[in-house]
């Protein structure tokens, strides 16, 4: 079974940085894509990024590109998400996710990010 932990959330200050990592545990996830959601208060969750298995192909949601970066090392089991700019919408939960069987199918439990003005 496998398990997702994130880390590397916190409380920032607007044009702040922060990086989350991914930790994977119980099966190798170097042979599936992998993202990151967030869900920001009273609102539904949406994507973010998303990997290729090997790290070639990357997509982000329009209102991240260019400020974040999805990165994967597949020898650590690890995800990353390099976020530059902060800005207070980018508060939220910040969720990792892998597709497994199917797609966005297993789900860690999130990381808290707030970034004040």
């Known amino acids: 079974q496998v398990q997702l932990v994130e880390s590397g959330g916190g409380f920032v200050q607007a044009g702040d940085s922060l990086r989350l990592s991914c930790a994977a545990s119980?099966?190798?996830?170097?042979?599936?894509?992998m993202g990151w959601f967030r869900q920001a208060p009273g609102k539904e969750r949406e994507f973010v990024a998303e990997?290729?298995?090997?790290?070639?192909?990357?997509s982000y949601a329009g209102s991240v590109k260019g400020r974040f970066t999805i990165s994967r090392d597949n020898a650590k089991n690890t995800l990353y998400l390099q976020m530059n700019s902060l800005k207070p919408e980018d508060t939220a939960i910040y969720y990792c996710?892998?597709?497994?069987?199917?797609?966005?199918?297993?789900w860690g439990q999130g990381t808290q990010v707030t970034v004040s003005s």
């Open positions: 996710v892998a597709s497994v069987v199917t797609a966005y199918d297993v």
């Open positions: 119980g099966r190798t996830l170097s042979t599936y894509t």
């Open positions: 990997i290729s298995w090997r790290g070639r192909t990357t």
